[in-house]
Each structure stands twice: as structure tokens, then as C-alpha cells.
């Protein structure tokens, strides 16, 4: 069975620092997803992974994927209060899908 | 751009009766996915539709049924609504089925069963 572990759950920063969430998944799998949620809202998709190496980035945000450790991280650069949400991670194999927990980030000035 | 239309945004019911969800993906998108979100938890998969064909399926329960119409637009149809089946039900789009290819959520209805 697909599962995903994100951690951590919550994460208090102040303005300026650097931090990484990291999702562990248990079953093979190439395709990781990353997404915001504000309180309230839809999902936003952040990054598509695709493939073992993967790195992609976007303003202060930066995804990796290692399929062999079966590892994603999600690393925030300089925060601002902005990027302040709930992050999920979903990995998705042949027929199904699953997010982890979500990591509920604040951003404090 | 267009975007994924959920109707209604709100809905109220009372246990026992019925309920039927809209979603309206992005245009010549061909798949769409239906997910359960509880208060404070992770969405869950519930199904998806690839060319009005079910493709996968989550953790739907037995008394939900969903389709896909010939224009893409799918209805998530609840019976015997229980209380733990209030949520906010997300619809995703994409081109492409399989979870290959980025998904578009829509705003969500939210969904109260008293």
C-alpha cells in the first residue's frame, strides 16, 4: 500500500531563514507533487517531479525528487510571510494517489 | 484562462438524503478526479474518469457513484449521506489520465450533512 510521510506537520520561521520539508513515500514511484492550500481554499500545484534527480524551482521555492531513497524535499529560501500555507506532498503510482499529511507553515516577521 | 468549475460551492444536507456534485474541468482537458478533503486532514482519491471512462479508484464508498458525460463534465452523486461524509470535495482536471500529467483543482464544495 501507497503511503506518504511528510514532516514536519508544523513549521514556525521567521522571515529571512531557510528550511526544508521533507516526504518519504513507501512504494515505487516516479511522479511526486507538491501543493499549497490556504485556510479555506483549493490546491495549488507548486511542482510536478517526473523523474529520479528531478529538481525544479520556483521564487523562493525548491523541489527535489531522489526515487532510489524515495525521498522528495521541499526547501524554502529567505521565507516571507507570504509563503505562509499548508504544503502537501502526493505521490501517485499506476492507479492511485496519495498526500501526506501536509506541513502547516507560518512565516513570522 | 479557465479554470475548474465546481458547483454548488456550498451544500447543506441532512443524513440519509442525497447529493450531487458538478465539476466542469478546463477545457479539452479529458480527465478529471474527484477528492474527499476532511477538516484538518489530507485529501483522499476518490476516482478519476479518463475520456468519460473510469479509470482508477480511491477510497470511494459504495453509496457514492460519479460519471463523466460526453462533455467531460462529471457529477459525484452521494446517497444516504452519513455526518462523516461533511468535507470539502475537491474536482482536479488534467490532459491526460493515470495522475501523468499536472492536475488543476477547483475551488471546491463544501459540503455540510447534519
Known amino acids: 500500500e501507497l503511503k506518504v510521510e511528510q514532516n514536519p506537520l508544523f513549521l514556525s520561521m521567521q522571515e529571512g531563514k531557510n528550511y526544508t520539508i521533507y516526504c518519504n513515500y513507501s512504494?515505487?514511484?516516479?511522479?511526486l507533487y507538491w501543493y499549497r492550500q490556504d485556510p479555506g481554499k483549493s490546491l495549488e500545484s507548486l511542482f510536478v517531479l517526473l523523474s529520479n534527480g528531478a529538481v525544479k524551482q520556483e521564487g523562493r521555492l525548491m523541489a527535489s525528487l531522489d526515487t532510489k531513497a524515495r525521498l522528495s524535499t521541499l526547501h524554502i529560501t529567505a521565507a516571507v510571510h507570504d509563503l505562509s500555507a499548508t504544503y502537501f506532498c502526493?505521490?501517485?503510482?499506476?492507479?492511485?494517489?496519495?498526500f501526506g499529511a501536509g506541513t502547516r507553515l507560518t512565516v513570522k516577521p | 484562462a479557465a479554470g475548474v468549475i465546481q458547483s454548488p460551492r456550498h451544500l447543506i444536507k441532512e443524513k440519509r438524503e442525497t447529493a450531487t456534485l458538478k465539476c466542469y474541468p478546463i477545457?479539452?482537458?479529458?480527465?478529471v478526479y474527484w477528492y474527499q478533503q476532511g477538516p484538518g486532514q489530507d485529501p483522499q482519491f476518490l476516482i478519476s474518469?479518463?475520456?468519460?471512462?473510469?479509470?482508477d479508484k480511491g477510497s470511494i464508498p459504495d453509496r457514492f457513484s460519479a460519471q463523466q458525460f460526453s462533455d467531460y463534465h462529471s457529477e459525484l452523486n452521494m446517497s444516504s449521506l452519513e455526518l462523516g461524509d461533511s468535507a470539502l470535495y475537491f474536482c482536479?482536471?488534467?490532459?491526460?489520465?493515470?495522475?501523468?500529467?499536472?492536475?488543476?483543482f477547483g475551488p471546491g464544495t463544501r459540503l455540510l450533512v447534519l
Open positions: 502526493a505521490v501517485a503510482n499506476n492507479n492511485d494517489m496519495r
Open positions: 474518469f479518463y475520456e468519460k471512462m473510469q479509470s
Open positions: 482536479a482536471s488534467s490532459l491526460g489520465g493515470g495522475f501523468q500529467e499536472t492536475q488543476y
Open positions: 477545457p479539452r482537458h479529458d480527465t
Open positions: 512504494t515505487t514511484s516516479d511522479r
